[in-house]
């Protein structure tokens, strides 16, 4: 029934509008209940996830320190299993090592130690030397006229005294001595030639070692890992043969450390110890 | 009394001269030389202790006279002649005069003569005052400077 009056018709529409409006805000706000409870829900499971990944990652430091303890056990055990059944290596004990071989190594390192005179510097440490003496008799002369001066002479006095005082201060250089150097250079050679035969010994006793899988010493595989790093097998023979050479010259005995405290002053003996230092941690990287 | 100082740079002198014969027997390159030369540089200096005493001994009345007489004339030039300008000069001579008199020849080697020529130049600085007004201060001063070379150089 078609409504007449235009009033009550547009009263009806409004009517209908409004129930309209009214029913979109009921949609709207059940919307707005869903999307959050949908936010809280996601929040929930991206914590929930978090704390699974803390977990995991705790696990995991958890097991691959259980992987290092595992390794140093296996270490530990591989070593008594060889001990039982396999010969040790020894690279402390060296009969075809003479004493006197080590005294004419470290006689040859002591004298590239010293400092050497060149040419030209004894030429000149020679002349100041002539110098030094030349001046010496100088001021003995001033001192001697000092002991006839009469008292009122002042200014000879001073004179004769500034004279004397020319050499109080000063030292007469040590004078080169020619056979230091001959024998130094003698000494060298001796000692170059020397290192290069114990060297030799002792690389052979290594590689005899390696050969025939022998236990090496705690200090050695402490210092050099259990095995030479793959393709590093020759710098890394290199480097124990130093290791082993520097315990024999400088009396290292130890059963653990290698090398022994570090020497207190610098020289050729530190550069070494450092060097070796360096070196055998690259060979225990994993 | 006067003997004394003499007696003992006599001594001194014949001191060194026994060391010095010792340092030229060892000659320059023996090991002995380094401790020989100190020994003989300690006779040295004895003996230039003993010279300054022998010129101590000599000089001691001459400054403290010098001294004595700079102060009684700086006193004349000041009443005789006063002038403002001059008492700069007159001053710094009765300084010195007061320094010297209380000590006449002082203790490094070369004191002994340096006062006197100190006291000497405030002397002469005191006489010229009338002259020279405060200007005459310069020659007191040149004297102490030459005094200060002599003590401190």
Redesign the interface.
């Known amino acids: 029934m078609k409504d007449i009056d235009p009033v009550k018709a547009l009263d009806d529409k409004v009517e209908r509008l409004k129930k309209d409006v009214k029913s979109l805000g009921i949609r709207i706000d059940n919307a707005q209940t869903d999307a959050a409870q949908q936010k809280l829900s996601t929040t929930n499971q991206f914590r929930d996830t978090n704390r699974k990944i803390t977990r995991t990652g705790d696990r995991v430091t958890e097991l691959a320190e259980s992987v290092h303890r595992l390794e140093r056990l296996l270490v530990a055990l591989n070593r008594k299993v060889r001990a039982s059944e396999t010969q040790k290596a020894d690279f402390d004990t060296w009969p075809e090592v003479p004493d006197s071989l080590v005294a004419t190594i470290l006689a040859g390192q002591e004298a590239y130690a010293r400092k050497t005179f060149t040419q030209q510097e004894a030429k000149n440490t020679r002349k100041a030397i002539a110098e030094y003496d030349r001046a010496a008799l100088a001021a003995i002369d001033a001192a001697d006229a000092l002991t006839t001066l009469p008292a009122h002479a002042e200014a000879l006095w001073r004179k004769k005294y500034r004279e004397w005082r020319t050499i109080t201060g000063r030292h007469r250089p040590e004078l080169p001595d020619d056979d230091t150097h001959a024998r130094d250079t003698a000494a060298k050679a001796a000692g170059n030639e020397a290192v290069a035969r114990v060297r030799q010994t002792i690389r052979d006793r290594i590689e005899d070692a390696v050969a025939r899988d022998l236990l090496f010493p705690a200090w050695f595989e402490n210092m050099l890992g259990p095995a030479a790093p793959p393709g590093k097998a020759d710098d890394w023979l290199h480097t124990a043969t130093d290791v082993v050479l520097y315990r024999l010259l400088h009396g290292i005995t130890s059963p653990a450390d290698a090398l022994g405290p570090a020497p207190k002053e610098q020289g050729h003996r530190r550069d070494l110890h450092d060097r070796l230092v360096v070196e055998c941690a690259d060979y225990r990287k994993p | 009394m006067a003997a004394e100082p ?1 007696a003992r ?1 006599a001594d001194r ?2 001191a ?2 026994t060391a ?1 014969r010792a ?2 027997a060892a000659g ?2 023996s090991p002995d ?2 401790a020989l ?1 100190a020994a ?2 300690k006779e ?1 200096e004895a ?2 202790q003993a ?1 300054r005493d ?2 101590a001994a ?1 000089l001691t009345v001459p400054n403290r006279a010098t001294a004595a007489g700079t102060s009684v004339a700086a006193l004349v030039v000041a009443v005789g002649w006063f002038d403002a300008w001059s008492l700069l000069s007159l001053v710094l001579a009765v300084a010195t005069a007061a320094a010297v008199l209380v000590d006449p020849t002082g203790r490094t ?2 004191e002994p ?1 340096a006062r006197t020529a100190a006291i000497s130049a405030a002397l002469l600085a005191v006489l010229l005052t009338p002259l020279l007004n405060g200007w005459a201060a310069l020659i007191t001063a040149a004297g102490i400077a030459w005094w200060a070379r002599r003590t401190l150089g």
Request: aromatic fraction near 12%.
């Open positions: 003499f740079l002198q014949h060194l001269r010095l340092l030229r320059p390159g030389f380094p030369l003989t540089d040295v003996v230039l010279r022998v010129e000599r080697h070369w003569r």
